[in-house]
């Protein structure tokens, strides 16, 4: 693997997952689906820049430079930017944010300090507090299966708008990083199939080359450099 990744979890209400890494060279890695959006701090070749990154429906291979540091600020599903549409951002059309300086940068005409992997959690409060990340409460309920009141197409919309991506859309990606995780794990795919409700080891075969790229065997022998992986959070 020739990117190395450290993550922690937060205790943030708005932030799922905090996350730093490097490139030992250049090449090419797996950037998996995913639901969340994510703030990505870049420090390359001397210039340091903030990223806004939608959430990713499909597997896509991605280059990676050599020697280069990243900070990522993966949000809880149901935030989002009232400035950007998570839709819009969808599918790798990220958006890269004036950079000021080597330390700051701008933000709805305002300066900001570039966040790093301890102040994280600082950080996103400020966001809060201007408006600037907002969060509909409804959202991760619903995705976890803890139903509201309000009807299923309303359900549908809030989910759309807040993510950028369908709630069946959400549930399978959550469901096969959870499986990803699973087998690199070292947990046999009849188990992990079995386990997660696909209907057998075809569906889960389809599922990873749709949102990972890569079939259950070769994620079992750790096969490929992945994007972010960490062990799901207990449902």
């Not at 250049?26 to 969340?36: L, W």
Request: some cysteine; overall charge positive.
């Amino acid at each position: 693997m020739f990117i190395r990744f450290e993550d922690r979890q937060s205790d943030s209400p708005v932030i799922e997952r905090v996350w730093r890494s490097h490139s030992e060279r250049a090449g090419e890695f797996h950037s998996m689906a995913t639901p969340n959006w994510v703030m990505v701090v870049t420090h390359l070749r001397g210039q340091t820049f903030l990223t806004v990154r939608g959430p990713e429906s499909r597997a896509s291979i991605a280059e990676c430079p050599g020697d280069g540091q990243w900070i990522g600020i993966h949000f809880r599903l149901g935030t989002f930017m009232p400035l950007m549409s998570n839709q819009a951002l969808r599918d790798r059309n990220d958006a890269t944010l004036p950079c000021l300086s080597g330390r700051t940068f701008l933000l709805d005409g305002s300066a900001w300090e570039y966040p790093d992997f301890d102040n994280a959690e600082v950080f996103a409060e400020r966001l809060v507090r201007k408006g600037l990340v907002a969060m509909d409460r409804h959202v991760e309920d619903v995705l976890r299966g803890r139903e509201g009141e309000v009807s299923l197409r309303t359900q549908q919309r809030q989910i759309l708008r807040a993510t950028g991506i369908t709630r069946i859309t959400a549930q399978q990606i959550s469901r096969v990083r959870r499986a990803t995780w699973m087998l690199r794990s070292g947990i046999p795919a009849l188990d992990v199939a079995h386990g997660l409700a696909y209907y057998d080891q075809a569906h889960l075969n389809r599922s990873l080359r749709r949102f990972v790229g890569l079939t259950p065997a070769q994620v079992a022998r750790g096969e490929g450099q992945l994007s972010l992986l960490y062990k799901p959070d207990a449902e």
